[in-house]
Nanobody
Framework: QVQLEESGGGLVLAGGSLRLSCAAS????????MAWFRQAPGKERDFVAA????????VYADSVKGRFSISRDNAKNTMYLQMHSLKPEDTALYYC?????????????????WGQGTQVTVSS
């Protein structure tokens, strides 16, 4: 069992930056593939980025590629999402997720554990 807690969300002007954190507790964090998803009001939960257990492999949604960077520190049981050049369309509730596999995917159904989310609001 893994418990996940996101932090770092907030209100930012367009063009600004934020860094989200996802703190994990429970079983060996380093055994899990991790990802960020986001959900805007009235929309489905969308994939943002994922990172392998070692951090050596990452994938990004096209909409955030070049602006967002995912990383993890297994010694601290924490994953991060550094977001730059934020746009109003990035406004959403951001969730971190963990998967009991060395393979990372973009599908919400493939992830076993979820946090409660942290709100990111980008104002124009």
């Amino acid at each position: 069992q893994v418990q996940l807690e996101e932090s770092g969300g907030g209100l930012v002007l367009a063009g600004g930056s934020l860094r989200l954190s996802c703190a994990a507790s429970g079983r060996a964090f380093s055994n899990y593939g991790m990802a960020w998803f986001r959900q805007a009001p009235g929309k489905e939960r969308d994939f943002v980025a994922a990172i392998s257990w070692s951090g050596s492999s990452t994938v990004y949604a096209d909409s955030v590629k070049g602006r967002f960077s995912i990383s993890r520190d297994n010694a601290k049981n924490t994953m991060y999402l550094q977001m730059h050049s934020l746009k109003p369309e990035d406004t959403a509730l951001y969730y971190c997720a963990a998967r009991r596999s060395v393979v990372i995917t973009r599908r919400t159904g493939d992830y076993d554990y979820w946090g409660q989310g942290t709100q990111v609001t980008v104002s124009s």
